[in-house]
C-alpha cells in the first residue's frame, strides 16, 4: 500500500505560478512511475505529467508542455508539479497518482495505469 498526500494548491491570478506536492508513504518501489492528473468540472480526468522514479525523462500533456515542469525527490518520496504561466483552462482538481511498477510510455497518460491517488489540491485561476 502507498499512501499520498496532495499539496499547493490554491487561487491564483492568471500568469502566475503554482508548485504542487506529492508526499508518498508506505511501501515504496525502487521502479516506481509517478503522475500528476486534472479533473475540471463537468470534464473527465486528463492526464498532466508522469515521471519515473528510477529516471528516464519526463512525459507531459500537450497543453501544459513548455509550462509545467514534473520532479521527484526520491530521499523524501516526493513528487512536486511546478506550474508557470497559469491560465483559466488550468482550473481543475490536482491529484498525484502512484504506480509502484514501471508503466510503459504508451499506457502513462491512461489513468487506469496507475493504483494509488492523492486526495487532490484544487486549484482556481481568476482571469
Known amino acids: 500500500q502507498v499512501l499520498l498526500v496532495d499539496s499547493g494548491g490554491g487561487l491564483v491570478q492568471a500568469g502566475a505560478s503554482l508548485k504542487l506536492s506529492c508526499a508518498a508513504s508506505?511501501?515504496?518501489?525502487?521502479?516506481?512511475?509517478m503522475g500528476w492528473f486534472r479533473q475540471a468540472p463537468g470534464k473527465e480526468r486528463e492526464f498532466v505529467a508522469a515521471?519515473?522514479?528510477?529516471?528516464?525523462?519526463?512525459y507531459y500533456a500537450d497543453s501544459v508542455k513548455g509550462r509545467f515542469f514534473i520532479s521527484r525527490d526520491n530521499a523524501k518520496n516526493t513528487v512536486y508539479l511546478q506550474m508557470n504561466s497559469l491560465n483559466s483552462e488550468d482550473t481543475a482538481v490536482y491529484y498525484c497518482?502512484?504506480?509502484?511498477?514501471?508503466?510503459?510510455?504508451?499506457?502513462?497518460?491512461?489513468?487506469?495505469?496507475?493504483?494509488?491517488w492523492g486526495q487532490g489540491t484544487q486549484v482556481t485561476v481568476s482571469s
Open positions: 497518482a502512484w504506480h509502484n511498477r514501471r508503466v510503459i510510455q504508451s499506457q502513462l497518460r491512461v489513468a487506469e495505469a496507475y493504483d494509488y
Open positions: 508506505g511501501s515504496i518501489s525502487s521502479s516506481a512511475t
Open positions: 515521471i519515473r522514479r528510477s529516471g528516464g525523462g519526463e
